[in-house]
């Protein structure tokens, strides 16, 4: 069904859907993002799911944006970038209001674009030692798709710590800025994750959907106003000196 994406579901419900593009660190490109999106739908709609738990292959979990996909960004025009950007942030809002519990299974490192899948999970583990960053300013960009997620997740103060400096950080302060529930263990990790997973598994599937929509609602606002100003803030960004001095400098090893 997928190329870039392996889905399987066991006995119980629980759907284990995996990023796999580990030669490139699971990085997201333009096919991985319709993918996801994708999954999203198929995943909702199946009743047999219960659970849902996303993963990486290999020995990252996200590095964010694939550089092939951001180098066409680069040189496309701002329709184009709109357009991307919004297949983008179209799939983050789709896993985030996904009626299912998601559980995040964070075996590697997470930058960018993995920083802002993690946000949008109920609740996620990882593994001790992996690294985490929202570095898009150092090549002169914003996080700004997963921006609403990222904040939602930590808090406005929180977030600010990291959100601006591109500045990597360790899965134990990823747990203090509420990004992570817990940091283990590389060989207890499934077992902390089959333990944020199993108590959905005695509740009725229909109150944890409703639940969840209710905690959204409660939450900050992530409507599509809110997206709109992140697409926009990002066409902006991208059509700045800075980006396109860092973005090139980037992709020239300066």
């Known amino acids: 069904m997928f190329e870039t994406l392996d889905l399987a ?4 419900g629980v759907a284990l859907l995996t990023l796999n593009r580990p030669e490139k660190h699971n990085a997201m490109s333009g096919q991985m993002i319709g993918e996801l999106t994708e999954a999203a739908a ?14 990486g292959a290999g020995k990252s979990f996200c590095a964010g944006g694939d550089l092939g996909w951001m180098k066409a960004q680069m040189e496309a025009d701002g329709p184009t970038r709109v357009a991307e950007a919004t297949k983008l942030a179209m799939m983050l809002k789709a896993l985030n209001e ?6 995040g299974r964070v075996q590697g490192n997470a930058f ?17 030692g992996v690294k985490l960053g929202l570095t898009e300013t150092r090549l002169g960009l914003i996080p700004a798709t997963i921006g609403p997620y990222v904040v939602a997740r930590m808090g406005e103060g929180m977030a600010r710590r990291v959100f601006m400096s591109a500045r990597v950080f360790a899965a134990e302060e990823a747990v203090a800025l509420g990004l992570l ?8 990790l499934d077992a902390a994750v089959e333990a944020e997973v199993a108590p959905y598994l005695a509740c009725k599937p229909g109150a944890v959907a409703a639940a969840k929509r209710l905690a959204r609602r409660l939450g900050p606002d992530l409507g599509e106003d809110v ?8 066409r902006v960004q991208w059509e700045s000196d800075e980006a396109r001095d860092g973005v090139e400098g980037f992709f020239r090893g300066r």
């Open 9 to 12: 579901v066991d006995g119980r």
């Open 112 to 128: 960018g674009g993995g920083v802002g899948l993690i946000s949008i999970c109920d609740v996620a583990v990882g593994v001790d």
């Open 42 to 55: 198929v995943l909702g709609a199946d009743k047999a799911v219960r659970v849902v738990v996303l993963t």
């Open 98 to 103: 996904l009626d299912k519990p998601l559980v």
């Open 227 to 234: 997206i709109a100003e992140t697409i926009e803030a990002l």
């Open 181 to 188: 529930a817990k940091a283990v263990p590389a060989d207890t």
